[in-house]
């Protein structure tokens, strides 16, 4: 790891991010025991894969590209990937298991949750239902393009009541599911508790 360079960022008062960086590199996020887990190499082409799939969109799909160049990548112990407006953040073994396509799909996914605030306006709503929301959504901008029922094992759902996602705003699809579910705006069901706050994220 010779090449390897980790600085720490704070954020806020407890939470501190570690940034790795070395030779023909971008600064990327990294949590700190998937640092100490993975070696330099291995850290380095996965942000190369990335760096692909980043400039690939942005010759493809310039608005989305230019978008895609103000976040950074990052690397954390998550299961899946995703994103908290700042950060595209995927779990090392999770990026093994997917192929190139399913990567770029996933990129996609995370990068339109930033496009529509999605975290910002999870706010004060119950967490699981609003990114199942959300998902379907963003899933279905992206389905257009890549027709697909799952991606990387899970399922890839971009309709609503067999309508695209896309004609519905993550709220609508939100406060629908709420009614469904018998549980109340802030969390509250007949045999389920909940809090009802957002953390921040999406996935």
């Known amino acids: 790891m010779e090449d390897m360079k980790i600085t720490l960022e704070r954020v806020g008062k407890d939470k501190v991010n570690w940034f790795v960086s070395g030779k023909d590199m971008d600064k990327m996020l990294i949590d700190k025991d998937t640092a100490m887990a ?35 990548f990052g690397l954390a112990e ?7 407006m700042k950060h595209i953040v995927f779990d090392p073994d999770f990026m093994d298991r997917i192929n190139d396509v399913e ?12 496009i529509l605030n999605h975290c910002i306006r999870a706010k004060g709503k119950i967490t699981e239902l609003y990114n199942i929301a959300c998902d379907i959504v963003v899933n279905s901008y992206i389905y257009k393009e890549y027709p697909r029922s ?12 067999e309508i695209e996602g896309s004609e519905y705003t993550a709220e609508e699809i939100y406060y629908d599911l709420l009614r469904n579910s018998g549980t109340s705006p ?13 953390n921040g994220s999406n996935s």
């Open 38 to 72: 993975l070696q330099w190499e291995l850290m380095k082409e996965k942000f190369e894969r990335y760096h692909r799939i980043k400039y690939k969109i942005l010759h493809r799909q310039p608005f989305l590209g230019e978008v895609l160049l103000a976040l950074r």
């Open 78 to 84: 998550c299961e899946t990937c995703y994103t908290d």
């Open 103 to 114: 990567f770029e799909m996933l990129v996609l996914h995370e990068l339109y949750h930033c």
């Open 150 to 161: 799952s991606i990387g094992g899970l399922e890839f759902r971009h309709t609503y009541k």
């Open 186 to 198: 802030n969390g509250q069901g007949e045999n389920s508790a909940g809090n009802g706050n957002g």
